[in-house]
């Protein structure tokens, strides 16, 4: 791969680290979270209350990936990508100095709020559209991109619960309630000014692109793209797209945030044991997606998507084995989890964006994504926990095998009735 190649899909997945950093450290963090901003009568009250302000800024991302990426699929991708990844870390360094609700009271909920819609938006379009752009700086080999924007958004992942980790292990519990938990805050928002620097140099890649590898019929439609048109043709795949994510993410988020809050709040088990192993976890997706972006060209997407999606509906029921203290029986649910993360996650993104066109990308991928994600993905934590807390620990299980069943059959009914741009 040529030099430029590697240092575009370079300035575009350390974004992609980024975001996920400054997502799963909220998710992963809520409890100390929730004290600080959210106080109420118990750990797991504050704690379900940080989780619904996690939720909140999913439920912004559909208007995110709506808003900006029409305007990306308008006007081009670099700006709107530059735009996104400075909004997200700057309200990360937002919540990390932010006074807690002892200090100026409810303008510090109100205020992690409204950064965590901001995120919401500009994470919106951060995922979907930074992986249209790589597939289209790098078009012929969509699995290689695949695993290499898996490989930094798992290093995002991992370096959230390492932080924690060592945080915790350097100043204790204690510390660590107090203010600890501020510091990867502030650290993400300032490697938000190094990606900054990085992306500067991007091209622009709208139109041109599409009209060398001829994805529409008409040339006209490709300087002045009809999107919304487009996009309700294609209504069938963005309804595709919707639970491709929706049920990845519901599975994901089960296991980097909702046990891991789950273990650290309902079971009260020991915090530095906990990041101990989310840890482990990040290592192994991470070290994984840099293996599979070498194999991932070699074999079909389309079967390794349907294959992977079909191992999480039996995996998932495997949670209900943890319903209680102890972290060897946390350790290995997670494992099985990561093993099934690897598999699904590596191409999720990559399989969305194969089923739409150059030049509706931006919007149709940005609109289902963000639904998935608003609706399944940032609600699992919550309603995990929830659930166990009311005793009905295995609805879960049955509520993300369910999704995971509906994204392969949606895919194959897209596949058939409008077939797919990347990676035929």
Known sequence: M??????????????????WFDWAMFGLLSVYIGAAFFPADSVLASTLNALAVFA?????????????????????????MI??????????????VLPDFETIGYLAPITVVVMRLLQGLSAGIEAPLGTAYALELVRERPGYVAGYFAFFNNFGNLLAPLSAFFITLALGPELMGEWGWRVPFIIGGLLGLVVLYLRRTLPETLHTTAIK??????????????????????????????FIVGAMQSFMYAFLSGLPNLANGAFEEDPTGVFAVTTGLGIFLTLGALVLAKTLDKIKLSRWFIGARLLTIPAIFLILLYSGPGLGTFGLVMAVGGVLIL????????????????????????????????????????????????????????????LCALSVVFYILAKRKHGVYVGR
């Not at 439920?59 to 990306?72: E, H, L, N, W, Y």
């Not at 509706?360 to 963000?370: A, C, D, M, N």
């Open 343 to 402: 598999l699904n996650g590596t191409v999720f993104v990559v399989v969305a964006n194969s089923m739409l066109p150059q030049h509706v990308r931006g919007t149709g991928v940005g609109l289902g994504y963000g639904i998935g994600v608003a609706l399944f993905g940032g609600t699992a934590s919550y309603i995990l926990v929830w659930l166990q807390s009311q005793g009905a620990y295995w609805l879960f299980p049955t509520y993300v095998a369910l």
């Open 83 to 96: 735009g996104a990844i400075a909004a997200v870390a700057g309200a990360s360094l937002v919540i990390g």
């Open 56 to 80: 909140v800024g999913f439920i912004a991302r559909p208007i995110g990936g709506v808003v900006f990426g029409f305007m990306a699929d308008r006007i081009g991708r670099k700006r709107i």
């Open 2 to 19: 040529p030099k430029h190649e590697r240092r575009h899909l370079l300035a575009l997945s350390w974004g992609h680290a980024l975001e």
């Open 213 to 242: 590898a001829g994805e529409a019929a008409d040339p006209i439609e490709q300087a002045n793209p009809a999107v919304w048109s487009t996009v309700r043709k294609h209504w069938l795949s963005v309804v595709a797209i919707v």
